[in-house]
């Protein structure tokens, strides 16, 4: 079965930038949705962002005009792009990547990568 490994959280300054990405760990087909969800401690899960097959992008109230969700078609690896941190977002970012082939759906989640932003 195809993994999505995580990378690129880490400690960052308030107002400062990370880039995470979610690679797979082979071939995947078929991809309709992929997104980004968060969880910071003792808070529900949240999803952040959402991007579509057809290249439409969402995002919650939160981080409307701070992140950005992209995914590379060459080789799937999705991204989540964010700038101007604030404390607030600190939590273990999550991707999902969900499709269906011939075989079925699917729906895969990456193992978390922490994000901490603090001065």
């Known amino acids: 079965q195809v993994q999505f490994v995580e990378s690129g959280g880490g400690l960052v300054q308030p107002g400062g930038s990370l880039r995470l990405s979610c690679a797979p760990s082979?071939?995947?087909?078929?991809?309709?949705?992929t997104a980004w969800y968060r969880q910071a401690s003792g808070e529900q899960r949240e999803l952040v962002a959402t991007?579509?097959?057809?290249?439409?992008?969402n995002y919650s109230d939160s981080v409307k005009g701070r992140f950005t969700i992209s995914r590379n078609t060459a080789n799937n690896t999705a991204y989540l792009q964010m700038n101007s941190l604030k404390v607030e977002d600190t939590a273990v970012y999550y991707c999902?990547?969900?499709?269906?082939?011939?075989?079925?759906?699917?729906?895969?989640w990456g193992q978390g990568t922490q994000v901490t932003v603090s001065s």
């Open positions: 999902n990547v969900g499709g269906a082939v011939w075989g079925g759906e699917y729906d895969y």
């Open positions: 991007l579509t097959s057809g290249g439409d992008r």
């Open positions: 082979g071939r995947i087909l078929g991809i309709r949705l």
